[in-house]
């Protein structure tokens, strides 16, 4: 457990010290701050970490996990460098699972950095919100960050499979477009592909459905099953 720990914690201090990673964090930082200020100049009511969040999981936020994602893993084998995660007492199934946490987590960090400067901007403008809309604004953060876990999953994946990062997010893109745009026209079927799960936490907080969000979190999970076995198996293949 010890050796896992802390690859995990090499691997997330290996992401920080990478530039995507840092431009990602700022960028969402600006973003979160851009958005409070704007908020505040039109007037928007309601809460503005949530509302936040629910413009930028549509576009802004799939894109930073799609980039953060495609380049999480496929680059080390380019440039031979995984070759130092694999002289560690660990199997290849726990470094691929150290480094998707890693993953994970800077996903999570990202979110954060959007989040953090609209929660203290709201406080700012709006006052302390109310114990039920902090349980929102809580439960929306949770959501977002499972949910834009998945998409570096399911990112890196693609881009293991394509032997390039910069093609994996191309393909990432493309898919997220193909199925935004099913979802439209086929509502129903749209339900079932990543994008009909982004919010996923909704029909509880906002109808009492606690049915549709098992469902909807079924789903979710489900993909991330597949995402993770299919991106081990692309993992565990590969060469340096």
Request: proline share 3%; hydrophobic share 55%.
């Amino acid at each position: 457990m010890a050796p896992f720990i802390y690859l995990i914690g090499e691997e997330l201090r290996k992401l920080l010290r990478r530039g995507k990673l840092k431009v990602l964090l700022l960028l969402s930082f600006l973003i979160g701050v851009l958005f409070v200020f704007i908020g505040e100049r039109i007037g928007l009511s309601g809460s503005l970490p949530v509302t936040a969040l629910e413009l930028l999981l549509t576009v802004i936020l799939p894109l930073f996990m799609v980039s953060l994602g495609s380049d999480l893993m496929v680059s080390e084998f380019k440039d031979g460098t995984i070759k130092n995660g694999l002289k560690l007492p660990l199997s290849r199934e726990s470094l691929f699972t150290g480094k998707i946490l890693a993953g994970w987590t800077a996903g999570a960090l990202i979110v954060l950095s959007v989040f953090v400067p609209t929660f203290v901007g709201s406080i700012i403008f709006q006052g302390m919100p109310a114990l039920s809309a902090l349980g929102v604004m809580l439960a929306e953060l949770g959501g977002a960050i499972l949910f834009c876990g998945l998409l570096v999953v399911l990112a890196n994946s693609v881009s293991l499979w394509m032997g390039s990062g910069s093609v994996g997010m191309v393909v990432s893109v493309l898919i997220w477009l193909a199925m935004g745009i099913t979802g439209l026209f086929e509502p129903e079927l749209g339900r079932l592909f990543v994008t009909g799960v982004t919010g996923w936490i909704h029909p509880l907080l906002y109808a009492g459905d606690i049915g549709a969000t098992i469902t909807t979190l079924l789903f979710l999970t489900a993909y991330y099953i597949m995402g993770t076995i299919t991106g081990l198996l692309a993992f565990q293949r590969k060469e340096y």
